[in-house]
């Protein structure tokens, strides 16, 4: 269904406020009833879902690019005028959509062609990972990096970008998210002006990516994986479930771990809480001191003991 | 004109029929004169099946003789021993519908054909249809089959048309819960969400009264009701008497002379209060919360959103009940309706709406999807390939009828077949859904992973058919199959050969129910008693028994409404 089809359908010219769709919808239903035309019905019902849902994802977007446009570059936009689409060079994303054409729905392929802002772009790629599509999702972010020129960086949000990267870590994509996110970082460089457009919260998301960057491949993917929830999601308590799981099995690898986060990654090291390596031949007060506890209180329940065999005895 | 279509509850403890009076709906009463029918049925020592208020009155004497509360085993194999023979829930179902109908005539004069049946929302895909073929098996032709809350929000929106608000319904029956959001907009009723929990509901707190008061003679006698199968079902009946009583009431007596437990007979005497009993439901009052919380979030919607909270179901009448309702959306709840009426009233308009009923003219009525149904579908987590997971193609929520489509690729290189197994479920992977079919395309074009394309379109009616079209995209060929008929639901062969075992059996005379259901009332409250009381009402049901030999219809009348008087006094004066 496209947006002039579903307008036709609803007896609508154009649609200026929400309320406009639910109205006509529901003057409509009295004349086209489920129960005595269904088919009537379906197709009224879908125009109105597929107006209702347009006419909020355009709300979303103005409003996407309102926010990120504050924290990408600190100050106030320069330009008085709002950012027309006609400003820039149309992105072309023609040889993906023929690459993928078969596996992207009508929705999907035709916001895409149409993807004049980075973004649209990164608002549609939220939904291709939330289908389990990651590999799609790492190519349009790559053809993005790839066609959006320097000087026009101002119109990419690294936030959004960011938290995409992370969540390709986390869906199994880490080999190609980290190669991702160093021809980001290198692009960033060639700007000039990654100080500029990587503040605030966006910067915090993009020193994480690069330190997951950073990290052995080796690393398990479900370990990765509670690194990003915690950090996307604030799922502390399934992360740390994950992890501790994942010392007392794997110590080994945990303490690689502790130690690649130590050298690489200082802010996810801040987050986690991991054990150190022992110090080869030391020993650990603390262990050392419970243990000759344990052997005292056994000593004294086994004396009690003795004490209370023998009055049983005497009697 | 067209044939009137009988609305009909048919719930876990009770079941009720109601029909479209003009624009209004009514009830109709039964052979007993009484609006509910208990859901019971009961195979007496002559192998004559008794249905209704008398069955449930033998299942304090005769618990391995009765069946109660077998709606909660729709949809499962579960066989439920009478005496000598077997029965399924689905046959247990259509001996009360068939009994419900038979009462619905006689009080009526008309005869009925189709009918609507009332399920609660989460039932699944098998429960409906067991449900409807309980109704065949009935006699019945059911094709509607809608859900409680639904039905309840019908009789409530008819009650004023002229209205905009947004509604919470909270049905907590015997055995179900169920939670809608509705939205009314001058007759337009468009429901927004529904969510439930299938095994909830007042036979649950029953329950649990059960298990503390045997707890409690066990301190006391050192024994235990819970292995005497008699013993037992007369502390659940003491019990659900109690529980009613404590809705009232801040403290109640229970008396149990004679209880039989595995080591002989005890007397057992007991107060139970009603604070003492609400904190033992607290787990039972946490199981409400979840349910009406993902209605909300469906609905997106806050609990402040909500205008108008509407109580129906006979559970609801417990204070508890509703002061949690009160305390979730913030609001004095609404009582409007008959707590166990509005279901089948709500029944019998969605009928007059099918039937095209003039009465209902302005009213119009939109329905969701209870639940998801999608297909299995493979995917790919990095490069390890999983498979059996549950990709929905149609969401819960959706409005219906309702019809979508979804894209499916092939998965390895040269792929020649692909299997479109449906499946209903909210759950990720497939095996912990449920399987509803499955059909295969073997002619696909050989080519690279992931190149070969399938559309696959669901339509999904009024009446839950569910219509699978496939088309092969690259060579538009369109093969399409219909789900009718889900596996574990009877083919009409089986239908009807349950239909000739009901019409073996020898249904109890109708025009003979009153009495028995009235001596069986009795005989129930007889065990109870004890002294005086217990030797008068003796003496009341002999006077009936001799009547019923003599043959004379005014005496026997005259017997049974004394006894009925006697055994509701005394009923009431025990406590
Ligand atoms: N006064 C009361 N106080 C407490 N509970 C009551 C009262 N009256 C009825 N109930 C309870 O209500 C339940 C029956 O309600 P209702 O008739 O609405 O259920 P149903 O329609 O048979 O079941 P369902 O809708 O779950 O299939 C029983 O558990 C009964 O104990
Ligand atoms: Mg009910």
Redesign the pocket.
Known sequence: MTLEEALKELGLERIDRAEEVRAAYLRLLRHRKPEQNPEGFRRLREAYEFAVTWFDQGETWSLLERELGGSLGGSAPPEPEPVGPQRFRRLDFSALLERFRLRLSAYETATLSRAQSPVHVLYLVHRIIDQQKGEIALEILNTLVDQLPPSEADRLPVLLFARHLLRLHGAGHAEAASALTRKLNAWLEVTGRESDLVAGEAAAAWQVCKELARLPLSLRPDVRKALVLMLLEDEHSFADRVLSRFVSQHPEEAYDLEEALREHAPSLYRLVNLPGRPEAGGTDVRAETERWLSYVLIAALAFLFILWLGRRMDV | MTRPILGI???????LAAVMDGARPRVLENALGEI?TP?AVHLDARGHLLVGAAAKARATKEPERTAVGF?RDMGTDRRYVLGDRSFSPVELSAMVLKQVREDAEAASGERYEEAVITV?AYFGELQRRATKDAGAIAGLRVERIIN?PTAAALAYGLHDTSRKTRVAVL???????DVTVLEIIEGIIEIQASSGDARL???D??SVMAELVDERIRREHGRSAAGHPVGWARLQEAC?GA??R???QNETRLALPALPTEAGEIDVELTLEREEMERAFTPLLDRIEAPVQRALRDARLRPTDIQEVLL????T??PVVFRLAAKLFGRMPLRTLP??EA?ALGAAVQGALKAGHAGVDDLVVTDVAPFSLGVACSDFLGKRRIDGLFCPIIERGSVIPVSRVRRFATTVDQQSAIEIEVFQGEHSHTSDNTKLGAYAIDDLPRKPANEVCVDVRFTYDLNGLLDVDMTVVETGEISSFFIERSPGSLSTNQIERARQMMQSLKFHPRDALPNTAALARAEALYMELSGAPRSDLGHAIAMLSAALDGQDQTEIEMCRDGLNQMVERLRHRSH
């Open positions: 509850d048919l719930g876990t403890t009770h079941s509910l859901s709606k609660p409680e049905d907590l029956g015997g055995g179900t819960f509901g007042g036979d707190f029953v659900e529980k009613r404590l809705s009232e129906v179901g006979g559970a009448r417990m707590p166990d279901v």
